[in-house]
């Protein structure tokens, strides 16, 4: 049996462009993302580069109005370019789902001023945005948050920490969640932060198990002011604003996922095909084969579970016990299927010669970003049974 080179996923996409634009991405994937995946993310090399030939392809704006710089693409076609990209290096298809988020709150729920102001530049001016909710002390208790925001005249004084922000440090603007009122939900704002801001700092990056190319780290604000005109939305509207934006880029975390479990079914299926003992293949033994057909019937299903609620959302439907479905189911199936990838290869599957020990590494963290799964569990379950009754 000869070796079987990898197939590119076959795609339902709903138009020609749609086609042109997945065919534009294959190709820079493949002469510029995945040849120095491996090299660039055991030296923890960020790919700038990279994201400014996304931006000059009008791709770090897709899902948005053309009006602005956008590339009015529905969410069902924008998460299948996410998949192709985190496919080739989760680095870059993580870090456009990220930017994407920061861009979020802006495009939905900020003035025509404001959007005609600063979408532009965010969407395909080469900006690379952040997101910031998280803190050392409320992760998954979001509304806990401490950093504040305390009113100045015209201009808001932002202090406080974030924690866990990817692009932290080195992004050009943050979309920054602080208390500008009571504690708890209602007293959280939203604002548009430029990078450069005077009391802005990154800290050190995190030091991670893998996406050691993508910068995690906390962000200081020490007495960062802003002007008024980059609050967006209402005061006391900003954990809404963060909650819907979560609901949209837990679908691009599923789309990740389902795009590097991809990757290393692809890695596992060309080692199994090639890879000789007792005379034949180890493909032809047939532990090996139920179990690469298991990891093919998984990504399919999270990727036919993503669309879905890609599509509710382009419809306008409420989708957000289908996102938090769909992060769950993916993201388990990429910690699975990256897994069993280590598995069919062997020893050298533990090796970094091979780039199946990076993905595994790199799924675990699918799992705890955006919501962790027990998070998306709680989601789920409110929609189905209601609130918690305590």
């Known amino acids: 049996m000869p070796d079987r080179a990898p197939q590119p996923v076959d795609r339902q996409l709903p138009t020609d462009e749609a086609r042109e634009l997945i065919s534009l991405v294959r190709d820079i994937a493949r002469r510029e993302i995945a040849p120095q995946a491996a090299e660039e993310e055991d030296a923890g090399r960020f790919p700038r580069e990279v994201f400014t030939l996304l931006s000059e392809s009008g791709l770090l704006g897709l899902p948005y109005d053309s009006e602005h710089g956008g590339g009015d693409q529905p969410y069902e076609v924008y998460l299948q370019v996410l998949e192709e990209l985190a496919a080739a290096r989760l680095t870059v298809g993580l870090g456009v789902s990220v930017h994407t988020l920061a861009s979020y709150a802006l495009a939905a729920y900020g003035t025509k001023e404001q959007q005609v102001e600063h979408l532009p530049a965010m969407l395909s001016g080469g900006l690379l945005g952040a997101y910031c909710l998280s803190e050392p002390s409320s992760g998954s208790d979001a509304a806990s948050l401490r950093t504040k925001a305390v009113r100045d005249g015209e201009e808001w004084v932002i202090t406080g920490t974030k924690a866990w922000i990817t692009h932290g440090g080195i992004a050009d603007f943050y979309t920054v969640m602080a208390r500008t009122g009571e504690d708890g939900a209602r007293g959280i704002s939203a604002f548009l932060v430029p990078g450069d801001a005077a009391g802005l700092s990154g800290a050190a990056p995190e030091k991670k198990m893998g996406m050691k190319g993508s910068p995690t780290a906390q ?38 996922a389902i795009g590097l479990a991809q990757a290393a079914l692809d890695e596992a299926v060309a080692y199994a095909t090639g890879r000789q003992q007792f005379g034949r293949p180890i493909a032809d033994f047939q532990g090996l084969r139920f179990m690469l057909a298991d990891m093919a019937t998984q990504i399919e299903a999270g990727r036919a579970l993503y669309l879905a609620a890609a599509r509710l959302r382009d419809a306008g439907r409420p989708f957000a016990k289908q996102a938090a479905m769909a992060k769950l189911h993916c993201t388990d199936t990429a910690m699975k299927v990256t897994t069993d990838a280590v598995q069919v290869l062997g ?7 091979f780039p199946a020990e990076r993905y595994m590494r790199e799924a675990k963290v699918l799992q705890i970003v955006e919501g962790t799964n027990q998070i998306q569990r709680m989601v789920i379950a409110r929609h189905l049974a209601g609130p918690e009754t305590r």
């Open 219 to 256: 962000v200081h604000f020490d007495g960062v002011r802003v002007p008024d005109e980059r609050r967006i939305g209402e005061e006391g509207q900003g954990f809404a604003i963060a909650l819907s934006a979560l609901d949209s880029g837990r679908l691009g975390i599923a789309a990740c």
């Open 347 to 353: 020893g050298y599957g533990y090796t970094a010669d």
